[in-house]
């Protein structure tokens, strides 16, 4: 069974903007096990200088591919060419992580010989990639992936197909085969496919934790395939004592709306210190009146686009009315214009007061207050959930955010900076429903080659000096 076909239009119009038929898993897998022994074989040297064209590729196509992504997930122009530039850093930071991460050493061992340590390549790597970043965060395995001499088999989001496309075009421009890195089109059912076919070597996923624990479960009992997960959150931002509430609110609408809040590093809770809670949500709400939410060209260019779809859309609006049915207090109503496009302003909804406050991944534009009276509380409350992606304390002191870093159970735990836009220089995960310990970013060297212990000498040389006749 396989998808009929697959279709993607633009949340901001609901344009049809590409469409195509899926592609045979069978014979994608088929194809990359025939290619990667050759390229497994080619020095790194090669695959450095065939990577770095691939850079040059997506410098030439930056603006073209910056409007595809724009059209294709309904995000602002200015933050797609954002992403653009990041396609563009991940090939230096990954060849920079694989030369610190897995270089070869050499030791001297008994009877004069040596020990090595050297790295392979697993094989023949599934690369799935999410909707809100289309370019970037697929890129995120894809490049280390290639480096460490893997084939991959992208398979865009059925979302985000055309920006899939359009990626992997500049791998080939640049001289990486099809075979190599293979473009693989599909909905669900093929990434189910992918996932449980016996040819492949490892599954490297971004997306939903709920998508994430099924891949999981799938390989469960396979230790022999590679699983990387980088999921979702439920991320809290903490504001505690600080004279500049002004950049505060800057930094929490940063972090909760970004992308129309569709960032797995977005905060969804904002824990707030009771004696600074009128000031500090006055100042925050005043900030999210003032966002602009638009088309992806609109002039004035706007903060958020809309969510990706209909569905996403309905499914926030009626999470946004569960909070609100069941003890939660709206500060800033979350607002739908136009029923028949996914367009929604940022909202805000103080829950401190509701019994049981849903352990879930709201992903979209909607930020949850909870008003605490001491940091122990603050912590306690950061702590309150099942996954474990990025953290931020905005304001304390050093030692409060001594506390807050050794007691906040994240990946990522920031202070006076938006939870979002890790650094390209630093491991991006998390523990919990975050990930499954094996953080992509700047460690994704880690999981796209396996290390190889050899003891080696020039001649055979060993004697039995004991139990013999």
């Not at 025939?34 to 990577?51: G, M, N, S, Y």
């Not at 930094?251 to 129309?260: G, M, T």
Request: glycine share 8%; net charge neutral; charged share 20%.
């Amino acid at each position: 069974m396989s998808t009929p076909e697959i279709v993607s239009y633009e949340p901001a119009t609901g344009a049809e903007i590409w469409r195509g038929r899926p592609c045979d898993v069978d014979e994608a897998v088929s194809r990359a096990q025939r290619a990667w022994p050759a390229w497994a074989a080619q020095p790194l040297a090669t695959r450095i200088e065939l990577l770095r064209r691939f850079a040059n590729e997506v410098r030439e196509d930056a603006e073209p591919l910056a409007v595809m992504i724009a059209r294709e997930v309904g995000k602002p122009l200015w933050e797609a060419r954002a992403e653009v530039d990041s396609v563009i850093a991940k090939v230096e930071s990954s060849i920079r992580a694989y030369a610190e991460r897995t270089s070869q050493r050499k030791l001297d061992s008994a009877l004069q010989g040596t020990m090595a340590v050297r790295h392979k390549p697993h094989g023949v790597l599934v690369v799935l990639g999410p909707f809100n970043f289309p370019a970037h965060l697929p890129s995120a395995h894809i490049v280390p992936a290639l480096l460490a001499g893997n084939a991959v088999i992208f398979k865009p989001s059925e979302k985000a197909p055309a920006s899939g496309e359009r990626l992997a075009r500049c791998f080939y421009r640049a001289g990486i085969s099809a075979s190599v890195l293979q473009l693989a089109l599909g909905g669900p059912l093929e990434g189910q496919g992918f996932v449980a076919h016996e040819g492949i070597d490892g599954v490297l996923f971004t997306g939903s934790a709920s998508t994430g624990i099924s891949i999981n479960r799938r390989l469960a009992a396979r230790p022999d395939k590679l699983v990387a997960l980088e999921m979702g959150g439920n991320n809290p931002i903490v504001l505690w004592d600080t004279p500049k509430l002004t950049d505060a609110a800057a930094l929490i609408v940063q972090s909760a709306f970004a992308s129309a809040g569709q960032r797995c590093t977005a905060a969804r809770r904002l824990i707030v210190k009771g004696t600074l809670y009128d000031a500090a949500i006055a100042e925050v709400k005043a900030l999210a009146d003032r966002v602009i939410v638009g088309a992806p060209f609109d002039d004035p260019a706007p903060f958020m686009g809309p969510v990706i779809d209909a569905s996403a859309a309905d499914g926030l609006t009626e999470s946004f009315l569960y909070l609100l049915s069941n003890g939660g207090r709206a500060i800033k109503h979350l607002v739908r214009g136009d029923e028949s496009l996914p367009f929604l302003s940022p909202a805000i909804i103080d829950t401190t007061a509701m019994k049981e406050r849903p352990d879930v991944e709201l992903f979209g534009p909607i930020l949850q207050v909870i008003r605490v009276d001491d940091f122990d509380q603050a912590i306690a409350e950061a702590n309150r959930t099942r996954f474990g992606l990025a953290a931020s304390l905005v304001g304390g002191s050093p030692q409060d955010y001594n506390r807050f870093w050794a007691n906040v159970r994240a990946g990522i735990v920031n202070w006076n900076r938006a939870t979002t836009g890790p650094s390209h220089a630093a491991p991006m995960g998390g523990v919990g429903l975050s990930g499954n310990h094996r953080p992509s970013g700047y460690y994704a060297a880690d999981y796209c080659a396996y290390p190889v212990a050899s003891g080696e000498l020039e001649q055979p040389r060993a004697a039995i000096g004991v139990g013999l006749r």
